[in-house]
């Protein structure tokens, strides 16, 4: 039987809200000194979490996985890197292609 992890908790929805009012909720519902958001669906290898801890016990505010290839359409890519140059122009935090929190 599998251990139980006090230290994890999960939300369970009525229906299917979509990915970023799932996101938000679980942000909403975290207590701790810091939050880790990963898709379920293991695109995001669990294996780098100790990683992501690592970098952020070391002083990081922000901490991030870049993937090193997308296997992704054209299309997909062009409108990504299209977000990605907005986002970069309008903010502060200057953070790499190729990460994002959905697909």
């Known amino acids: 039987m599998p251990q139980k992890n006090h230290k994890c908790k999960y939300l369970s929805f009525t229906r299917n809200f979509g990915h970023q009012a799932a996101l938000t ?20 290898p669990p294996n780098v979490v100790p990683l992501l801890i690592e970098q952020w016990e070391k002083g990081a505010k922000i901490v991030y996985a870049r993937r090193s290839f997308r296997h992704d359409r054209f299309l997909k890519r062009y409108n990504g890197a299209m ?21």
Request: glycine content about 18%.
């Open 25 to 44: 909720a679980g942000i909403d519902f975290a207590k701790g000194d810091a939050i880790i958001t990963m898709d379920g669906d293991f695109q995001g």
């Open 83 to 103: 977000v990605l140059l907005t986002l970069h122009k309008a903010s502060e935090i200057k953070i790499k292609g190729n990460i994002g929190d959905s697909g």
